[in-house]
């Protein structure tokens, strides 16, 4: 059986579905390899690299006789209408406002499954892509904001005098913000963060920084059972705002990641609190994609308004490329290896299966996903 790594058609898009690692791997699994010419070169992965790792150099018109597509982002109808009926197409399918896509995957016969719907349980960790890439995300939203910052990170104490520490605060402690606190303190910022989720507490002190949040009853059960955010009362909103507002004017960089699963990212920073900065400040927007955190961002755009920046790039993960594809890479050989049976080498779906069940969006002509079942008929 063969597995088919296109070049992503996406022009912004500049992760690949493999690396050579991965490839060695899809060998041990019992697959044969074709990597379009060219698919790895923005992620620093050049042909003959996968050459040597064993697979062959093909083209995009070698997606039909594949039995396996692994991709990033979902390929288009063009692309996955020359892909053979009953192939499995594995990618971040982004199907929560595409369910028209998701119809059309049906249509063509595809098995496809989308990667951020892996349940996150200790046994998928190895296959979280919303981790691998958030985690990535938030290191580069500090390298972005440090490019961008005309001062400073750390104190310094200088022959010529001491400089004050940046003072970095970051709005929602989940995975991306985790590792921009992390990153923050290993360039010797004073870091404060903040969340709705009582558990984001214990993990912000941990690394080293201060918790700072409106602990009230609600803030108690904000968590749900999956582990994510509930999308806060407009009370809620009202007295966490106020909170911030004071802390936000002395801060010289705020970092936003907050997002509430299928809805719009909750809006945390308003104009006012960003001419409350002081010239030179700087904001970066996670969540600009979803809507934005931060009321003035613009989706792919770094704005300056009253001597602020704020920050807006897309796909952060892919301005950190060759890391971000290595980590998706691994995500997708591990969760391949469910889907295959060691004995025969051969693809083997067990239905049964949580991760089957939570990812597999279309199967046999049918939307399949409980999620999205209902909406396309
Ligand atoms: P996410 O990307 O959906 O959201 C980012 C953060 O924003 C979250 O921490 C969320 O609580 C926060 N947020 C939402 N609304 C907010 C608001 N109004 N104000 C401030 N913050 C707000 O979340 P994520 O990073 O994917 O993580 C979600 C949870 O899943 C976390 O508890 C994380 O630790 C957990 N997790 C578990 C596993 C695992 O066990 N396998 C893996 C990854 C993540």
Redesign the pocket.
């Known amino acids: 059986q063969t597995i088919f790594i296109p070049k992503e058609t996406d022009s912004t898009e500049p992760r690949v579905a493999a690396s050579s690692e991965t490839v060695k791997k899809f060998a041990g699994l019992g697959f044969s390899v074709v990597v379009e010419k060219g698919a790895g070169t923005l992620s620093r992965i050049p042909d003959s690299e996968f050459e040597a790792a064993g697979a062959k150099i093909g083209s995009a018109g070698d997606a039909k006789s594949a039995d396996v597509i692994l991709k990033v982002r979902r390929p288009s109808l063009a692309e996955f209408k020359g892909y053979k009926k009953g192939a499995v197409l594995i990618a971040m399918l982004d199907p929560y406002g595409n369910e028209a896509a998701v119809r059309e995957l049906a249509s063509a016969g595809l098995s496809a499954f989308t990667m951020e719907f892996m349940p ?3 046994r998928a ?1 190895v296959m ?1 892509v ?2 691998s890439q ?1 985690n990535l995300a938030g290191y580069q939203a500090v390298i972005d904001a440090a490019a961008e910052y005309d001062r400073a990170m750390p104190m310094m104490m200088t022959a010529a005098g001491t400089v004050p520490a940046a003072k970095v605060f970051v ?7 985790l590792q921009a606190i992390a990153t923050a303190r290993r360039l010797g910022a004073v870091v404060t963060a ?4 009582p ?2 507490k214990e993990q912000v002190a941990s690394l080293g920084a201060k918790f700072i949040a409106v602990e009230d009853e609600e803030f108690k059960a904000a968590e749900t059972a999956g ?3 509930k999308e ?1 009362s407009k009370e809620y909103q009202a007295k ?1 705002a106020a909170l911030v507002a004071d802390h936000i004017a002395k801060q010289d960089i705020v970092i936003t ?5 299928g809805r719009p990212a ?1 809006r ?1 920073v308003s104009k006012e609190m960003v001419a409350s900065m002081r010239p030179g400040s700087i904001v970066v927007d996670l969540a600009v994609e979803r809507g934005g955190n931060v009321e003035g961002a613009q989706p792919g755009k770094v704005v300056e308004t009253g001597g602020v920046k704020i920050v807006g790039h897309l796909n952060v993960p892919g301005r950190i490329a060759a890391t971000a594809s290595q980590l998706y890479a691994r995500n997708l050989v591990a969760f391949l290896e469910t889907l295959t049976d060691k004995e025969s080498k051969t693809l083997k779906i067990n239905f049964d299966d949580e991760l089957v069940k939570a990812t597999l969006l279309t199967h046999d002509g049918a939307v399949v996903h409980p999620t999205f079942a209902e909406t396309a008929t």
């Open positions: 996150r349980i200790t960790q979280d919303l981790s958030a709005m929602g402690a989940g995975v991306a913000g903040t969340d709705v989720r558990a984001a582990g994510y955010a806060m966490q990641t907050a997002l509430i699963p909750p945390l």
